[in-house]
């Protein structure tokens, strides 16, 4: 717990001021909630402009450091309306903080989050383990976007956090800095309104989906997506950005953040959301976006290559299965911030609730979004309508032209937007929808006063739900399983596992996907099967076995911590020993 939640302060603490730094740079004198995002993503990108450098993590760490040190100088009573921004700063924060605690309390410790949700987890701990130590990786070659990951290696090197509880830190940081970012939306409303809004806003139901199986690079994209609308919406309708010449160079900082975290992809929306915004706005500030446009070639120039890379990565093949961790396409009324599941790939009835409990909720989302739409074209919210236009059409194009993988992310990346869009009446403070005789009864004035908070409870329930259904697997991480996974890929193993890990730490569904690709049994090394099953080869502990027959074994092979054994003798009899997808069939997970 210690080493998770210093990661989170660090990844907070040096985001916010950097970020704020940035924007005092540009001219903005008052404290914005647009730094959190600012920040984060030049942290992203130092942390990977020099995780290679010597020390393999050890410079990036004290680079953000000194940077860190050197905002708050800066902005030592440079920067306005500090204390009233720490104030509701720390309520959001602590909001998010006890939301995303949820998992770890339900499972009682701290570790790889999603585990037996989605598998990815154990890919991106293999990169960063081989980043840290100064060696090549698959995702490294393959051009993969590995700024986050370089982020956990200066975690790890500067405070000495294990990789998965950086990893964890990191994650939970971006949702807190993403609820954070949320305030910047609704500046004049009360404080009890704002919190609320800004937590539904940051951790809206599909985010929390994402944040419970430990997908922190979609979290990452929804957060530039938010934040990029937010400061383009800054430049038009705040009156001290408006004539600032470097207006726009926060949001080319936002963007540099997303290529070091989705490469090309993460571009997409942020283009998209561009220029929607500029048809809508029917203005062309040539010299501003020129300005950020240079921030941003410099910054993301290097990035260049290893994007051209990725382009052929398999995730983007549209004749792949393209399932990955779902059941088959995920519904579009998942993004509206109501789905009454604590999984977010089950259908509509599926779940504890009856069926039609997900669409009388849909549907009354459905509704306050279309309410919303309209408030935000009576009052000219030009960034909110392209960011409305710039989500959907791109979910189309996914759905269309994609895979249930590719269109389910792309939900995920517009669910905050489609959330800010729906409380878009917020800014007023009341819902200015109906005829000036209904508002003048005391019906309509009570349902009026009902519709907003009915909205954030049911939606926050829903967020509480995800996150309290998250699964969290081992607390420590190894790469050794993965490197025995080509030594025993052709024939059947036995793994002999502790308990706890077994039965506290889905380390069934863990071992399963770290040795993927042959026959594996798992069995409690306390109570390992009287003798080897048949068909077995290769037998893995985590000490050297003291009793028959395992005793009798010849040691093949040292991975600290395990041990791999070959059986003696011949191997007679058919394995029973299942492939993963087998296993993941019987546990009703996709294969």
Not at 159 to 185: D, K, N, W
Not at 278 to 299: H, K, N, S
Not at 300 to 318: K, V
Request: net charge neutral; proline share 6%.
């Amino acid at each position: 717990m210690i080493g998770t939640y210093a990661a989170v302060v660090a990844v907070c603490v040096s985001s916010l001021a950097i970020g704020q730094a940035v924007l005092a740079l540009c001219g903005v004198p008052r404290w914005s909630w647009l730094a959190p995002a600012v920040g984060l993503a030049l942290v992203c990108a130092i942390s990977w402009g020099t995780v290679r450098l010597p020390g393999d993590g050890v410079i990036g760490a004290v680079v953000i450091a000194l940077a860190t040190l050197a905002a708050v100088a800066f902005l030592w009573r440079r920067v306005r309306d500090v204390p009233a921004a720490a104030a509701i700063g720390a309520a959001v924060a602590i909001g998010a903080l006890a939301g995303t605690a949820l998992p770890f309390i339900a499972e009682g410790h701290f570790g790889i989050l999603g585990t037996g949700f989605n598998p990815d987890m154990s890919q991106h701990l293999l990169a960063a383990d081989r980043l840290a130590d100064g060696f090549s990786s698959e995702l490294l070659r393959q051009g993969y976007p590995l700024g986050p990951h370089a982020i956990v290696v200066s975690l790890e090197k500067g405070l000495s956090v294990s990789l998965v509880h950086g990893f964890t830190g990191l994650t939970i940081a971006v949702a807190v800095l993403a609820a954070l970012t949320a305030l910047a939306a609704f500046p004049d409303r009360s404080r009890a309104q704002r919190v609320a809004a800004a937590l539904v806003i940051g951790l809206p139901y599909l985010v929390a989906s994402y944040f419970a199986q430990g997908a922190f690079k979609e979290t990452m994209q929804a957060l530039w997506v938010l934040a990029f609308l937010l400061t383009l919406r800054e430049t038009t309708r705040n009156p001290l950005w408006r004539d600032l010449e470097l207006r726009f160079v926060p949001a080319a900082v936002i963007a540099i953040g997303a290529v070091y975290t989705y490469s090309f992809p993460g571009l997409i929306w942020l283009a998209a959301l561009l220029a929607a915004w500029l048809v809508i706005e029917r203005e062309l500030p040539l010299r501003p976006l020129l300005l950020a446009l240079v921030v941003f070639a410099v910054g993301a120039l290097p990035e260049l290559g290893r994007m051209i890379e990725f382009h052929n990565f398999e995730t983007f093949d549209p004749n792949g299965p393209g399932l990955g961790n779902l059941f088959g396409q995920i519904s579009p009324l998942t993004a509206l911030g109501i789905w009454f599941s604590g999984d977010f790939r089950v259908a509509a009835g599926d779940g504890a609730a009856p069926a039609v409990a997900y669409y009388l909720g849909a549907a009354f989302a459905a509704v306050l979004l279309v309410l919303g739409l309209v408030r935000c074209a009576r009052g000219r919210e030009s960034a909110m309508l392209g960011g409305f236009a710039a989500v959907v059409a791109l979910y189309l194009a996914a759905r269309i032209g994609g895979t249930p993988y590719t269109s389910a992310k792309a939900l995920e990346v517009a669910a905050p937007v489609l959330t800010l869009v729906i409380l878009a009446p917020l800014s007023e403070g009341v819902w200015r929808f109906s005829s000036p005789m209904v508002r003048k009864s005391a019906t309509g004035a009570r349902l009026e006063a009902l519709t907003l908070p009915a909205y954030l409870l049911v939606a926050g329930f829903c967020s509480v739900l995800a996150l309290a259904n998250a699964p969290v697997g081992p607390t420590t991480y190894s790469p050794a399983l993965t490197g025995l996974r080509p030594l025993i890929a052709a024939d059947s193993t036995l793994v002999l596992a502790p308990r706890e890990l077994l039965d506290e730490q889905h380390g069934v569904r863990y071992i399963d996907w770290e040795l993927r690709g042959g026959r594996v049994c798992i069995a409690d090394e306390d109570r390992a099967p009287a003798s080897i099953p048949p068909g077995v080869r290769f037998v893995i502990t985590s000490g050297e076995p003291t009793r028959a027959p395992y005793a009798g074994m010849t040691l093949h092979k040292e991975a600290d911590p395990y041990l791999l054994w070959t059986v003696k003798g011949s191997v007679r009899g058919k394995s029973d020993c299942p492939l993963i997808a087998v296993r993941q069939a019987r546990q009703g997970e996709p294969g």
